[in-house]
């Protein structure tokens, strides 16, 4: 239903910055909600980021004040702004959609995921 592509990732030094982009094959005005989550190395995946179809959004504790989610509705695409980065954020950075506004607030589909490492 619908396809994600996620983009933006790389090395960064402590501090730094990187916006990370998902591009969604269908209009994001008709998926329930998106949101970005990342997996470290013998970690489970968690929410970094979430934003409804009303523009809510929603931020992992971890990074509040640093990371946020934002959407262009007209190019498909949700975008994830991670300003003063630490090394615990590196991770595997995946876009997911959530499709239904049902009872589980997990995505449906999922992107192929971005590395983000930060390191000095």
């Known amino acids: 239903q619908v396809q994600l592509a996620e983009s933006g990732g790389g090395l960064v030094q402590p501090g730094g910055s990187l916006r990370l982009s998902c591009s969604a094959s269908r209009s994001i005005l008709s998926i329930n909600a998106m949101g970005w989550y990342r997996q470290a190395p013998g970690k489970q995946r968690e929410l970094v980021a979430r934003?409804?179809?009303?523009?809510?959004?929603n931020y992992a504790d971890s990074v509040k004040g640093r990371f946020t989610i934002s959407r262009d509705n007209a190019k498909n695409t949700v975008y994830l702004q991670m300003n003063s980065l630490k090394p615990e954020d590196t991770a595997v950075y995946y876009c997911?959609?959530?499709?239904?506004?049902?009872?589980?607030?997990?995505?449906?589909?999922w992107g192929q995921g971005t590395q983000v490492t930060v390191s000095s």
């Open positions: 997911g959609a959530d499709l239904w506004a049902d009872a589980s607030d997990q995505p449906n589909y």
């Open positions: 934003i409804d179809s009303g523009g809510g959004t």
